[in-house]
């Protein structure tokens, strides 16, 4: 069922996020492509999508690995997560490694407070993480790869 | 609406209903500090200065977004709202570069002035600030995030002001900037309205910044001198080398009819001022070179060349061509020189609009022409021809902000899909050409509606367009130079059946309007009187020839048949603007006054300097029929005011003085002492009386002794002094026009001008041609792939 | 996915269902599926609205308005259409139960969105769900095709001749769409700035029309009380605060889950036997009662219920259900950072008092972390949230505002500590040169 508006822009969240999930990020061509069907200034639909965090116009790597430090997982060891994914892949906040496989970032509450601490790799979340639970996630997405 | 009433400090306060807090304070001189907060844009509610205590409400509320209730109890100054006020500022400078001393801003800042009012001088923060370099978004646009405190003024009044939409707000939070519409760079009209707006010096322009201190400059409120809808602008001033340089433009005091707006004609391309091209000395063809010649040299070689051919020849065989740039006191002077001093009624100017048909159809019609300010408040206007964002930018600003503020209902027929349609609760495209059909049509002829009905409008709906218009009131009808002549009669029979119709006929110069109202036409003396008859003219000015003279086409054949022996162009380049042949006046004596050695210039005999808008005083009339005082911010060395220029050429032809210009009780040694470089001393010493209100017209080179007369005796122009010399505008009336002659509509020449571009002045603004070069930059690239 | 709990204090009534297969619409009707708004169909609107108004039902998104009074305030007649919109945006740390209703019971919030609709005489509702919560999006769609399917939504419901669309939407990521005029500017396709009111979403929301805007949980609380009846809901809880809870119970304790139990439970019960205790041997230092955005209280301070009244006397509030234990071995400058590091973040910026506010804060907060704290930067933080409080354009200022004020008031001790260049007491030594490194 495709959702439907009163008005055309209300749909241009939405589809950013399928049009970013379908080529990577958000291209120039992509934003002049959705700027055209929405009858939106291309300056609009930038507006809109530096507002919202899980939105780039910049590739990523094929597994986006957003690890939450948020207050519940801070407590229970966040950071520690973060720092052994951040050795382990070699980047830091935002980086994306050489092979363009997985880019890192530090996240805020991704709604998996009870089960701290967690990570989300693209959508999928992965829940009371330690590093070596942590080392698995990364290497079944290398296997996938 | 009905009358609240509240309490604000204690005082008494009665406002209608719906009226913003914020608003209703500032009616008894209680200012609430505001940053984002902007008469006539939408409400923001994001700087929290303007907070407020209300009675009855827990916390501080934002008076710039609460309506006024009946009985409220405001307190407007406490400790609390002190306190928050203070707060708002010392987050805002632990940002802020504070670079105050070099920012062009500085000394006209909110932010100063609020931190000076409010003391948040002690920093609190210790951490770096955040930091960004500068970015320059066009030629005129420069943007320091820095200094920016996100008031989101400009990106409003470029949206909803302009309806361009060239700005937003990227990211969030702290990160939050203000980004323009091509990732770094700038595409828009340009008008420079959100440099304007900013209350801080976050945007600047690239014709002023970092080249003076507010405080250094003079400032002079005087009206453009490029488009037909005579913005007031705002000249700051300092002296030069060359005498003076106009460094900025802009509407800060928004006195004038413009209020806000500027286009970007009025608020940079002042800088054809201050070209190195512009003339400063006299220039006599010798020996077939234009060679520099003295003032005297040069006055009495056309004094003489003039009166002899006139005494021999007689006054038909000299031309006159007038400028649509010049104040009405010099086009009225120049009308009267050339039936009284060189007998000739071969007088013409660039025409870009059938004022003389307007002024017919409304002869006897009281208050049947629109003001500017009107077409603001009109419940509704109709537009047909002309695309005013390119050509009118006022005008397009008040249709615009018409329709978004008082909802009016705007019917656009155009034979392009202009910018304005977006306004339109009605368009109807036509084929070019069609203009006149429509009006027509409209008038009642319902033939025309069968020529005019097309694939996207079908003659039913032309029907109901018109059934439409007939219902409407006070509709305010504007054209464009496709109407004229018959059409243009039309237009009137049409609109005079509407209860409360205005009209709004739009020429292109900026005193193209007072050029026509002056009388600059073969057969028509000031106020469209008739030059066969006997008006006050006719009985005041003494004899005139009594023929109708040549016309500028005329003027051509006459020339290239050798029949003219004098062409005399005041601040009009003919030749390149009308593509004669440069050819055709070889065998006249052709004297130019100019700013530049224009096409006509170089075919000249005697090259005369002049000053332009922006260095003399007197009066323009906008295409409306607005009168505004033209005031001199200052003068260029070696250049004379075309004023004193027509009145030393009189001088020098014998004329007795007092009956050209009726000065008061000056002697002829005044106007003698020319000193050279000095010479515009005396209009000088003219500008510092009338600031003062006193008005002795004691020198022949003061227009207001030519004022006097045209209010006296040009129909419409008994305007209010007070009002006019205060700087309002004060419109000016067609009921009373003469009875003026058949016309011939298809000499009306549109000039074509653009955003970007204004005539032969325009080739000479720096401003305008790196806007429009960067602009053809951007439409090559886009085209190419 | 996100495993369940279960503590026979428990009162099962919104997670009655999870963990039964009732995304299965099939299922879902065994389980006394959308018998609710069959029955609300029966009824007059009003007689909707008071029955909601009398369970006692307050909103579950944080503030704890009354839900049936919300729906109140939406005018019979409009010009417009009317909408309404479920907030499904959950994204203030510590909550993690509007996930699991949607995951495990997605067509309750289906239902409740359409007695929401009968009430005020919508004709359409959107269920919004935050961006991360990518999967739940799916279970949605499919709960709403399949309620389509049977004739439940859409043309003539159930047919009684009325029309209901349900719609769900996703979002992208940005907390500050949770704020509801922020979510319907985001649902509209723009950047989630929060509108100025009044006008209030009731009168003018969604697309110009009137819209009820409620949290998830709260809609999905509403088919129980049409079945049940509001005085059952309303006994569940304490006075003015019917029926029950999710209570998100996270960080340091032995079992932390989602727990639903009535309204006013005890805190300290919840931290020591729900909970079971704090793990390790350590000992409590405070809680977070309600969200990041409320003020901690600490271990001296919970022996409360946790209701909306009680908490707000004791300082705090209920605020979104997110009780978050942090024991003796967390910094609370850290805890601090880390939650101004949030609100800098996620502030949408269009204001200066948060804009700038969270900015500075977390900035010092940072700097007085790493040891190069002075003593003024302690009554400078109180001074400038002090500042926000109640002066920011929506409430995320005061959000960012309130727990600073507690950190510092409440552990003062605690920021002296780090001062004098001394490094974090509760640190690891070279873990915060760690953390700078990934800083940003
Ligand atoms: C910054 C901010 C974020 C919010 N985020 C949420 C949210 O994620 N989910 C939610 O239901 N309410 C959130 N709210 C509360 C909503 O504004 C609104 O009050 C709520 O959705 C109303 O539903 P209720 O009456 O059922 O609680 C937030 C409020 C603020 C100020
Ligand atoms: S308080 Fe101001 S800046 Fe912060 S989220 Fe609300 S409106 Fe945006
Ligand atoms: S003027 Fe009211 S908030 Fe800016």
Known sequence: MVPHYPTKRSALVPTLLYAQDEVGFLSDEVIAELAGRLDLTELEVRNVISYYSMLTTKPRGKFNVQVCTNISCLVRGGEEILQHCAKKLGVGHKGTTPDGLFSLEEVECIGACSWAPAAQVNYDFHENLTTEKMDKVLDECRMKA | ?785 | MASLVSHPDEVKVVTRRFGQGATNIDRYLELDGYKAVQKALGMEPDAIINEVKNSGLRGRGGAGFSTGMKWSFVPKQSAKPKYVLCNGDESEPGTCKDRLIFEHDPHAVIEGVMIAALAVGAASGYIYIRGEYRYLSVIMQKAIRDAYAKGFAGKNIFGSGRDLDIFWHGGAGAYEVGEESALMESLEGKRGIPRIRPPFPAVVGLWGGPTVINNAETLASVPHIMLGGAEWYAKIGPPKNGGTRLFCLSGNVAKPGVYELPMGYSLKKMIYEVGGGIPGGRKLKAVVPGGSSTPCLTADEIDINMDFDSVAKAGSMLGSGGVVVIDDAQCMVKFALRTMKFYQHESCGWCIPCREGTDWLKKTLMRFHAGGGVKKDIDNMQYLSENMLGRTFCPLGDAAAMPTIAFVKKFRNEFEDHLEGRPCPFEKAGAAEEMAALAH
């Not at chain 2, 005999?605 to 007197?618: F, H, I, R």
């Not at chain 2, 510092?688 to 020198?699: R, T, V």
């Open chain 2, 1 to 785: 609406m009905a009358d609240v009433t509240l309490t604000v400090d204690g005082k008494k306060v009665t406002a209608p209903a719906g009226t913003l807090l914020i608003e209703a304070c500032k009616t008894v001189g209680i200012e609430v500090p505001s940053f984002c907060y902007y008469p006539n844009l939408s409400l923001q509610g994001a700087c929290r200065m303007c907070l407020v205590k209300i009675e009855k409400m827990p916390k501080l509320q934002t008076a710039c977004t609460t309506v006024i209730g009946e009985g409220m109890i405001v307190t407007s100054d406490s400790e609390e709202i002190k306190q928050a006020r203070k707060s708002m500022l010392e987050l805002l400078l632990g940002n802020h570069p504070l670079d105050c001393p070099v920012c062009d801003a500085g000394g006209e800042c909110e932010l100063q002035d609020m931190t000076f009012t409010y003391g948040a001088a002690e920093s609190k923060f210790m951490e770096a600030k955040n930091h960004k370099d500068e970015q320059q978004w066009s030629p005129v646009v420069f943007f320091d995030r820095p200094r920016c405190i996100l008031c989101y003024r400009c990106v409003r009044v470029c949206g909803e002001g302009m309806d361009v939409w060239a700005l937003g707000v990227q990211n969030r939070g702290v990160s939050s900037v203000i980004a323009p519409n091509r990732e770094d760079h700038l595409e828009c009209e340009e008008c420079g309205m959100c440099i304007d707006i900013c209350p801080v010096g976050a945007l600047t322009s690239g014709a002023y910044r970092y080249k003076t201190r507010p405080w250094e400059m003079k400032h002079v409120g005087t009206i453009c001198t490029h488009c037909g809808d005579g913005c007031k602008t705002t000249l700051g001033v300092r002296r030069a080398d060359t005498g003076m340089e106009i460094v900025r433009g802009d509407n800060r005091d928004k006195s004038g009819t413009n209020g806000d707006f500027l286009c970007i004609k009025g608020r940079y391309a002042f800088d054809f001022a201050n070209h190195e091209d512009r003339l400063t000395q006299p220039l006599i063809r010798q020996n077939g070179k234009l060679s520099p010649a003295t003032w005297e040299e040069a006055f009495e070689l056309i004094g003489k060349t003039f009166a002899e051919i006139r005494d021999s020849d007689g006054g038909a065989k000299i031309g006159v061509i007038g400028s649509t740039r010049t104040t009405n006191e010099e086009d009225y002077l120049l009308s009267k020189f050339a039936r009284v001093v060189l007998k000739t009624n071969n007088v013409d100017h660039h025409r870009t609009a059938d004022f003389p048909a307007l002024a017919s159809a409304l002869r006897g019609k009281e208050g049947a022409t629109a003001s500017m300010a009107e077409v603001f408040t009109a419940p509704a206007i109709l537009l047909i021809g002309n695309d005013p964002t390119e050509q009118h930018p006022l005008l397009a600003w008040q249709i615009r902000n018409n329709v978004r503020l008082h909802r009016a209902r705007l019917y656009v027929i155009n034979s392009n899909s202009i910018k304005l349609r977006r306004q339109a609760t009605s368009f109807v495209q036509i084929e070019p050409g069609m203009e006149g059909q429509a009006a027509a049509f409209l008038a009642g002829s319902d033939a025309a509606a069968d020529t005019l009905a097309n694939s996207s409008t079908k003659k039913e709906e032309w029907i109901a367009l018109r059934d439409k218009l007939r219902g409407e009131q006070n509709l305010v009808i504007v054209f464009g130079s496709e109407i004229v002549g018959d059409g243009l009669a039309k237009l009137v029979k049409f609109g005079s059946a509407i209860s409360g119709a205005k009209f709004v006929c739009l020429a292109d110069y900026a005193n193209s309007r007072g050029a026509a109202d002056m009388g600059l036409y073969p057969d028509l003396l000031p106020g469209y009187h008739s030059i066969v008859g006997n008006s006050q003219f006719h009985q005041e000015w003494g004899e005139i020839p009594q023929a109708a003279g040549l016309d500028l086409p005329g003027m051509v054949e006459a020339g290239k048949a050798g029949q003219l022996e004098a062409l005399y162009v005041v601040g009009s380049n003919p030749v390149g603007r009308l593509d004669i042949d440069p050819f055709t006046f070889s065998k006249s004596f052709v004297v130019v006054q100019d700013m530049f050695l224009t096409e006509t210039a170089v075919i000249a005999d005697v090259v005369l300097p002049a000053a332009n808008a922006y260095e003399k005083s007197g009066t323009f009339t906008n295409t409306c029929g607005d009168l505004q005082l033209v005031k001199k911010a200052g003068e260029v060395t070696g250049t004379k005011s075309d004023f004193e220029m027509i009145v030393r050429i009189a001088d020098a032809m014998g004329f007795e003085m007092r009956k050209l210009v009726p000065f008061g009780g000056g002697t002829r040694a005044d106007m003698g002492q020319s000193r050279g470089a000095q010479s515009g001393e005396a209009d000088r010493h003219a500008v510092w009386l009338e600031a003062h209100g006193l008005e002795p017209k004691m020198s022949p080179f003061d227009p207001t002794a030519i004022l006097d007369e045209i209010q006296r005796l040009v129909p419409g122009y008994d305007v209010s002094r007070v009002n006019l010399l205060s700087g309002n505008s004060e419109h000016t009336s067609l009921a009373e026009a003469g009875t003026s002659a058949a016309h011939k509509p298809e000499s009306v020449s549109p000039a074509n001008d653009s955003l970007f571009s204004s005539g032969t002045l325009g080739r000479y603004s720096r401003a305008l041609n790196s806007v429009s070069e960067s602009h053809e930059v951007k439409t090559a690239e886009v085209s190419a792939d």
